[in-house]
T-cell receptor, first 115, second 113 residues
Framework: GDSVTQMEGPVTLSEEAFLTINCTYTATGYPSLFWYVQYPGEGLQLLLK?????DKGSNKGFEATYRKETTSFHLEKGSVQVSDSAVYFC??????????????FGTGTLLAVQP | DTAVSQTPKYLVTQMGNDKSIKCEQN?????MYWYKQDSKKFLKIMFS???????INETVPNRFSPKSPDKAHLNLHINSLELGDSAVYFC????????????FGPGTRLTVL
């Protein structure tokens, strides 16, 4: 079945460092790809998404490009801030049947940014 | 103006009890979901409903019974709670197509003692 693999955490960086969180996927169809972020004690928020190959999603300085040839959707940010500390989830959206879809998540990567 | 809300936020109960979690969305979406997040933060879909009809049931024990009285509500009832049911349960909603964003509620932390 479909699956998402993302790098193990925790990732610890100093403020203003460059961030990459790797994400690769396996899917039989043409999924959409998402990055969600979970701040401590909160629910998940969409960070960015891409719905077809070569699309680039971007938001709040974060970017990820849908690479079909490498089945990847790596998350990057040029300069992280302490406020970016959170758990980041890569996910793909697959057809679940009928008129709905379902999200398949990676294991999450904890990012800790130190001042 | 909360988009997806859940109650309660915390739920502590004894093994063997029955409990319910409620979810409401005011986004006008047709599809709602329940996800379970375990202690290692792993998220997995449990159910999805589209227009009050059950669409996805991911081999969840039948102690878990979702109910959708209308498109804006999806409740989760759990019978005979077990220790392994302890987790954070998230409700979400979307329009339901593959490219649509799912909007998540704040979660309900269930602790079974």
């Amino acid at each position: 079945g479909d699956s998402v693999t993302q790098m193990e955490g925790p990732v610890t960086l100093s403020e203003e460092a460059f961030l990459t969180i790797n994400c690769t996927y396996t899917a039989t169809g043409y999924p959409s790809l998402f990055w969600y972020v979970q701040y401590p004690g909160e629910g998940l928020q969409l960070l960015l998404k891409a719905t077809k190959a070569d699309d680039k999603g971007s938001n709040k300085g974060f970017e990820a490009t849908y690479r079909k040839e490498t089945t990847s959707f790596h998350l990057e940010k040029g300069s992280v801030q302490v406020s970016d500390s959170a758990v980041y989830f890569c996910a793909l959206s697959d057809v679940g049947g009928g008129a709905t879809n379902k999200l398949i998540f990676g294991t999450g990567t904890l990012l800790a940014v130190q001042p | 103006d909360t988009a997806v809300s859940q109650t309660p936020k915390y739920l502590v109960t004894q093994m063997g009890n029955d409990k319910s979690i409620k979810c409401e969305q005011n986004l006008g979406h047709d599809t709602m979901y329940w996800y379970k997040q375990d202690s290692k933060k792993f998220l997995k879909i449990m159910f999805s409903y589209n227009n009050k009809e059950l669409i996805i049931n991911e081999t969840v024990p039948n102690r878990f019974s979702p109910k959708s009285p209308d498109k804006a509500h999806l409740n989760l009832h759990i019978n005979s709670l077990e220790l392994g049911d302890s987790a954070v349960y998230f409700c979400a909603s979307s329009q339901g197509t593959v490219s649509d964003t799912q909007y998540f509620g704040p979660g309900t932390r269930l602790t079974v003692l």
